[in-house]
């Protein structure tokens, strides 16, 4: 904790600097970093006029900023990975649905076309099921007057919370849960395409992978966005298998309770969801 407290607050003091630098001697508008901090340092108290953050609500910002916009989406991205290797007719799918949506490499971009694949929002999904980008629990305060949770009474004071990761393999929920099935999250008459629009709507009732309400992700789009850019650009470019070699990312077999199952993407808890693997192969597909 001191190490990461430390790396942040270093973060801190070098974007100040930079800002500082900049508004001391101002350079040319394309010479400036404008990222979250940026506008974050520059903001300005509507009602006081005054700079709109000190450098504790920085820090904190910071910190948020850095785990939030790193962690989670990685940890998704390895799972992708790991689940792709190990399903090659998924890989296939969404292959066929990204060759047929884009003409060319430069054309993935933002905006309506690739929002409109369902396949690989289907599957972006189910990634961020069988991997809930932040493991633990958030666990809130009860309020005055105490609350009532699926009829339990709970007394004001208490933190009340849910494992997000045993939300995600409720069988209620998600039958077969440790089935990688990204048709679960499509509607579609033809039970080998999709599901019914009951148990979409079901699975979208649990689905909680970037929290929810007033708590909920900030950058829920822009993560959306990363996601959908790496999957479609990496599978125009290339075709991707697992190393033979090593299976890391996988369960062992007569590894400990939780940790068996060789095709589920093993993850442990320190507050974001922390892995290690997989190890991929990439070859240049041949267009």
């Known amino acids: 904790m001191v190490k990461w407290q430390d790396f942040v607050a270093q973060c801190l003091d070098k974007r100040s600097k930079v800002e500082q630098e900049q508004e ?16 974050l340092f520059k903001a300005v108290d509507p009602v006081t006029g005054k700079r709109g953050y000190d450098l504790d609500e920085l820090y904190a910002e910071c910190e948020l900023l850095t785990i939030a916009g790193s962690d989670t989406t990685s940890a998704v991205l390895s799972a992708v990975f790991f689940y792709l290797v190990r399903r090659p007719e998924i890989q296939e799918k969404l292959k066929e649905e990204i060759f047929s949506t884009f003409s060319s490499y430069s ?9 409109s694949c369902k ?7 189910e990634a961020m099921r069988m991997t809930p980008p932040v493991s633990a629990e958030p666990s809130r305060e009860v309020l005055l007057g105490g609350t009532v949770v699926d009829g339990h009474y709970i007394p004001e004071g208490l ?7 045993c939300l995600s393999y409720n069988n209620e929920i998600y039958p077969e849960p440790f089935n990688f099935r990204p048709e679960r999250w499509i509607v579609d008459d033809d039970e080998t395409k999709g599901s019914t629009a009951e148990s979409v ?7 909680c992978a970037f929290s929810t309400g007033s708590r909920g992700c900030v950058g829920k789009n822009l993560a959306w966005l990363e996601m959908r850019l790496v999957v479609a650009k990496t599978l125009w470019k290339f075709e991707i298998k697992g190393d033979p070699t090593n299976k890391l990312g996988g369960g062992e077999p007569n590894g400990k309770p939780g940790w068996r199952m060789v095709d589920q993407y093993q993850t442990y808890d320190m507050f974001v969801s922390n892995r290690k693997g997989p190890i991929v192969q990439v070859k240049r597909r041949v267009l």
């Open 24 to 39: 001391q001697e101002p350079k040319p508008n394309g010479q400036v970093r404008k990222d979250f901090f940026h506008w």
């Open 107 to 115: 054309e993935i971009k933002s905006g309506s076309k690739l929002a």
């Open 119 to 125: 396949y690989l929002t289907a599957f972006l999904q």
């Open 159 to 165: 933190h009340v919370s849910t494992g997000l990761y």
């Open 201 to 207: 709507a079901l699975a979208e009732s649990g689905f």
